[in-house]
């Protein structure tokens, strides 16, 4: 009689995986004291400044210059009148251990329930954005256009399969490192996903390009208002101040990142049983792919063609709105929205099959959008348990004094920590850079060297911190967490090592 075969335990879904975390963040709140910086907010109805103390007591002050001379802040007045800094920035040296709110067994739980409704409510607007987008997606599958249209893609691509990779990547990298473009990029995972299945790559391949694009430009930011330019106002320095070196981390990181993507690709290409997500080889097609024929001709009609113009200029529409316009994700969602009426005329299909279609493609997207709702809820843990400052704290006072070069090493390590449980830059930005740049005064560096730890420290962990984006991206994907960070882990190895050469470079030049 054969020996049973030992059963493969597979590694838990990016729902479990938040839920893990979760649970972790909560057990560290009961060891973690509470704790609050005292902060200064600007309140334009009023013109005045609101100080709010640790115990909640807020008193009214002068919005001019001298009331931040005086309280030490570093930021031109005009930066809170203009909404450049628009969250309460912390006063440094005022931190005082609060009360830790009492839950007991029944309000712990209760916690860990509310903070994943109240993660997906805040969420909403992304939530909904996926939902249209992956509706939009459906019409367009039921139109044939995209199964038509990755055909001629797919004889185009013969023999230039690196530039998909090449020219993904530095544009998405040049959209994080300008703008911030983030959470916009899941909107083109449905896109490539077939076009990179059909140049012979694998699904982790499509994450590789698209995430590693935003997360090294962002973290590689120069002129991303979310980050380096909010930062560098609140640390009070011009946010143009060591542009050459950040520049060039840009250029550098991007260049390794397209690198070690394209050596993993081309080494699938040739032979796929080297995939990390080869044993999902054949579901993946399935499923990205479908009933798609590339051995016959097809006849590509002009309302296929039209179908797919109107849906590529939905992404030309959004990509303008976010860099030029300001907007987020309600006013994105209103653009595929109209992309889908539009298509209601254009696309040819019936009336029910067009609603079929749309709910169909919405709720093949419905698991990625909860996801991102889930990974909200962290932070909220960590909001309502008044953690953060204590963690700020901490770290402020265990590397004020070190010398220069061990100073701004650690402070990298330091973000890439407060980055895993805050990952809000702008909120990071605010909250810590009041606290964080004095520290350069005193050991003798520029305070730019501590945009740069913070961009790099808190850009970094994003490639693999569930509380971020990488969760929704593999989602996107089909690809387990565990495979992402087989494949992520030298780079990541890398790029510490770059990190820690140009910021001991910097300080030393």
């Given at each position: ?154 004889e185009k691509l ?97 260049g390794i990142s ?48 039209l179908s797919l ?201």
């Amino acid at each position: 009689m054969a020996a049973a075969k030992k059963k493969k335990h597979s590694f838990p879904s990016a729902y479990t995986v938040i839920i893990i975390v979760l649970i972790l963040v909560q057990a560290l709140t009961f060891f973690i004291p509470s704790g609050k910086y005292s902060t200064l907010e600007y309140n334009s109805g009023l013109d005045k400044f609101v100080i709010t103390e640790p115990s909640g007591k807020t008193i009214k002050k002068s919005a001019t210059q001298k009331t931040l001379d005086n309280y030490k802040i570093k930021i031109d007045v005009s930066k809170f009148k203009d909404g450049t800094i628009y969250r309460p920035a912390a006063i440094s040296n005022t931190y005082h251990q609060i009360k830790k709110p009492k839950r007991g067994l029944f309000g712990t739980i209760n916690q860990f329930l509310t903070s994943q409704v109240q993660g997906i409510v805040d969420s909403v607007d992304i939530i909904v954005f996926i939902l249209i987008l992956g509706g939009v997606i459906g019409v367009v599958n039921a139109t044939g256009a995209m199964n038509s249209g990755m055909t001629r893609l797919s004889e185009k691509l013969k023999g230039k399969q690196k530039w998909l990779i090449i020219i993904v990547t530095s544009l998405i990298a040049l959209g994080g490192t300008t703008f911030g473009m983030a959470e916009e990029t899941i909107a083109f995972y449905p896109m490539l996903i077939p076009i990179f299945l059909l140049a012979g790559y694998d699904t982790l391949t499509v994450v590789a390009a698209v995430y590693l694009g935003t997360s090294i430009g962002s973290m590689s930011s120069t002129i991303n208002p979310f980050s380096t330019v909010i930062a560098s106002n609140a640390a009070g320095i011009n946010f143009t101040d060591g542009m050459p070196m950040r520049v060039l981390m840009w250029i550098v990181s991007v260049g390794i990142s397209i690198a070690y993507t394209i050596h993993y690709a081309e080494k699938v290409r040739k032979d796929p049983s080297k995939s990390l997500v080869a044993d999902q080889a054949d579901s993946d097609k399935e499923k990205f792919l479908g009933d798609m024929d590339l051995t016959t001709e097809s006849d590509f009609t002009m309302r296929q063609k039209l179908s797919l113009i109107i849906f590529a200029l939905g992404f030309v529409v959004m990509i303008y709105g976010v860099q030029q316009l300001g907007w987020y994700f309600t006013e994105i969602a209103v653009v595929f929205l109209a992309v889908a009426y539009i298509l209601i005329f254009t696309a040819g299909l019936k009336e029910a099959k067009f609603v079929d279609s749309f709910v169909s493609g919405a709720g093949d997207l419905l698991g990625v959008a909860l996801t991102v709702g889930l990974a909200r809820s962290v932070g909220i843990v960590m909001e309502k348990s008044f953690v953060s400052d204590t963690i700020m704290n901490y770290f402020s006072n265990q590397i004020s004094g070190m010398n220069s070069v061990l100073f701004i090493c650690v402070l990298f390590f330091v973000y890439i920590i407060l980055g895993f449980f805050i990952q809000s830059s702008s909120g990071l930005a605010v909250l810590s850079m009041p606290i964080m740049a004095p520290l350069a005064d005193v050991v003798g560096i520029d305070r730019s060297m501590i945009i740069n730890a913070y961009n790099w420290g808190q850009g970094l962990i994003g490639l693999v911190a569930p509380t971020g984006l990488i969760l929704v991206s593999l989602a996107m994907v089909n690809v387990g967490f565990d495979k992402w960070m087989k494949f992520v882990t030298k780079l990541l190895i890398m790029m510490i090592v770059l990190i820690l050469v140009f910021l001991s470079v910097g300080v030393l030049i």
